[in-house]
């Protein structure tokens, strides 16, 4: 592909390796240095003068030093008088900051939005935003990716003849909907009411999951609360099994240790959207890559293809 530079930030620079060798061509170096007063100063080492640039990075822990950098990135990018600057966000931490729910509150998925804008990007590429308002804070075209197709190829591979697909919120019911249709099977949802961070009641689980196997699906997975609270309710229905499965597997603060320890999962399922350290990782784990959905979608902008193509 001719006329096109990928860079990466700090972030998840094995994803951008992996995109780039999809793409068949180089991911160029960017220099990254840190001042004596803590401010951090971009360099993107490879010619943008016209050119069509990428920004790969997830706003992952520890986020404000990647958003910092990425705006720096963009920063620089049209500095140099990038043809187009395309931020590729694998990971929307902010997206979860998407409505005012309590007086004087920020809503930071907005104004982190504006700030990607304001600092000169001109198109956002996006994996399972938080929220389906989430895609309208922008005001550069996103195109908005999902990761369902890699999950319903991995559980394919099970007998799904008893199978229901549960989400732990009605917030994601319609996604866990459509995959449920991509699996065949049923779908139920948890109702769940959101006090903190950490701390979440579910009332009930609406719908069949009685000695059936179950695959829990969520978007992103962080302390785990909400998931470990269903797994109660499902126990007490009595099902099979347990299989969970997200886009964005954060895992935090010991998550996926706890997650693991639950009786009756099998396994935990989520993409290479976050990168989880090797020491992290547990036997029952599998992580799948988005990186051809990504590259794939980088060549279809590149080129002026649909991109909603991908999921006709």
């Known amino acids: 592909m001719r006329d096109i530079a990928v860079f ?27 001042f004596a007063n803590d401010c951090l100063e971009v360099q993107l080492q490879a010619n943008c003068r016209e050119r069509d640039v990428f920004l790969i990075q997830p706003l992952v822990p520890p986020v404000q030093e990647h958003l910092v950098e ?12 990038a043809g187009r600057i395309t931020v590729v966000l694998p990971h929307y931490a902010y997206a979860r900051s998407d409505k005012k729910d309590a007086p004087r509150i920020s809503i930071g998925g907005r104004l982190v939005a504006d700030l990607l804008t304001s600092a000169g990007v001109h198109r956002v590429l996006a994996m399972t935003l938080h929220s389906p308002q989430v895609h309208g804070f922008f005001s550069v ?5 999902h990761a369902l197709r890699e999950l319903a190829a991995h559980f394919k591979g099970y007998d799904l003849s008893e199978t229901v697909v549960v989400s732990p919120d009605l917030g994601n019911a319609k996604e ?10 049923p779908v139920a949802a948890g109702a769940k009411q959101r006090f903190s961070d950490d701390r979440v009641k579910i009332s009930t689980v609406i719908g069949d999951v009685a000695d059936r196997d179950v695959i829990v699906l969520d978007d992103e997975i962080a302390k785990g609360s909400t998931v470990i609270e269903l797994i109660a309710h499902l126990r007490e229905r009595k099902v099979r099994s347990i299989r969970l499965a997200c886009t964005h597997g954060l895992f935090s603060s010991g998550a996926l240790e706890r997650l693991s320890d639950q009786e009756g999962v099998l396994e935990i399922v989520c993409t290479n959207t976050v990168p989880i350290p090797a020491e992290k990782r547990v036997p029952k784990l ?11 979608a ?12 991908l999921f006709g």
């Open 8 to 34: 990466s930030g700090t972030a998840h620079p094995e994803l951008a390796a992996e995109i780039c060798a999809h793409l068949d061509v180089p991911l160029h170096p960017v220099r990254v240095s840190r």
């Open 70 to 81: 990425l705006l720096l990135m963009i920063d620089a990018a049209r500095g140099a008088s």
């Open 141 to 145: 075209p996103v195109d908005h990716l």
């Open 176 to 185: 866990a909907a459509a995959f449920a249709r991509m699996l065949g099977t």
């Open 286 to 296: 599998e992580v799948l890559s988005v990186a051809p959905a990504l590259a794939e």
């Open 298 to 309: 980088m060549r279809r902008i590149h080129n002026g293809e649909s991109v909603s193509a």
